[in-house]
């Protein structure tokens, strides 16, 4: 089954050894976005990195707004990424984040085209170190305008050109209600491309409550049931005064245990507030 993890920038109030901490508490099994040096924290405290923070380089490129979609960047982001794709490794951290970059090159064929020629320079080092690249889907109608990877469409399109295990999607489902909905049949159409989930209320991208309009347990069960066993990410922003006890109930409504006898999904029972004494994890989702 899926495990749980948390986007370390949506906590980036907090010292990143006090969200693996409470993380630990709560009973996740991960914190996405990090960058190599930043897993080892995490590992320190019983917790992995699934997939890295997008790269910081003096170019400005690998970001969301410009990446492989523009040949002209194909040869810069090969160096940043051969350095990495390696250092991700080392850390122990599966998969590296890619992004489309924003519209530039003309038809959404050609865009795809881009992206492709300037991935698969990259997938024979992914190959070696035995690295996933995954693409993020995003939504340009509220977050990200003129982003090009913006429908799952595009980037099954993108997988299905690159033809290798080693590229996948981030289905960001915040995002993708924003821009397509029909999330559940979406999911159970194309899983077999998608390798990290990330969630968040809609409208907003706040807390999963009854402010919003996504059944999330419908969505976990929809997710169990294809046999993911990768991470699911919160990627709300808190607004709560307590935004850890608001983490601890989004893990809750994300999570789903299966009835041995029944093969049925049955709810988690409430997770206690975050504390200073013994953990209690979650069961395994």
């Known amino acids: 089954m899926f495990r749980h993890s948390v986007c370390r920038w949506c906590f980036d109030a ?7 901490e409470k993380a630990a508490e709560i009973g996740l099994h991960g914190i996405d976005l990090l960058h190599p040096h930043e897993a080892l924290i ?16 003096e170019s400005g490129l690998g970001c969301i707004e410009r990446a492989f979609n523009d040949p002209e960047h194909h040869d810069t982001l090969e160096e940043i990424y051969r350095e990495l794709i390696p250092a991700a490794a080392e850390a122990g951290i599966p998969q590296v984040i890619v992004f489309s970059g ?8 050609e865009e795809i085209h881009q992206c492709a020629a300037g991935l ?21 109608k509220v977050d990200h305008p003129g982003y090009a990877c913006d429908h799952t469409e595009w980037g099954v399109a ?19 209600q924003v821009m397509e ?5 979406t999911i159970r159409s194309n899983h077999q491309h998608i390798s990290h989930y990330h969630t968040a209320g809609v409208p907003g991208r706040h807390e999963i409550d009854e402010s919003q309009e996504l059944n ?11 046999g ?42 409430p997770v206690a507030p975050p504390h200073s004494g013994n953990r209690s994890p979650l069961p395994p989702s």
């Not at 924003?102 to 064929?109: L, Q, T």
């Not at 909905?181 to 049949?185: E, K, L, R, T």
């Open 120 to 140: 698969e320079r990259l997938l024979p080092l992914a190959e070696e170190h035995d690295i996933t690249l995954v693409m993020e889907l995003l939504n340009s």
């Open 228 to 269: 993911f066993s990768g991470f699911l990410t919160q990627e709300f922003i808190p607004t709560a005064s307590d935004p850890f006890a608001s983490l601890a109930e989004a893990v809750r409504r994300c999570s789903c245990s299966i009835d041995g006898k029944t093969g049925k999904h049955n709810p988690v029972p």
């Open 42 to 57: 995490a590992k320190s405290f019983g917790l992995e990195c699934p997939i890295t923070a997008a790269p910081e380089h």
């Open 216 to 226: 999330y347990p419908a969505i976990v069960r929809a997710i169990a049931d294809t």
């Open 14 to 20: 907090f010292p990143l050894e006090t969200l693996c």
């Open 158 to 176: 993108l997988c299905n050109k690159l033809d290798t295990p080693r590229f996948k999607l981030l289905y960001d489902i915040y995002h993708m």
């Open 181 to 185: 909905g029909d999330v559940i049949a």
């Open 102 to 109: 924003n519209r530039c090159v003309g038809s959404p064929e």
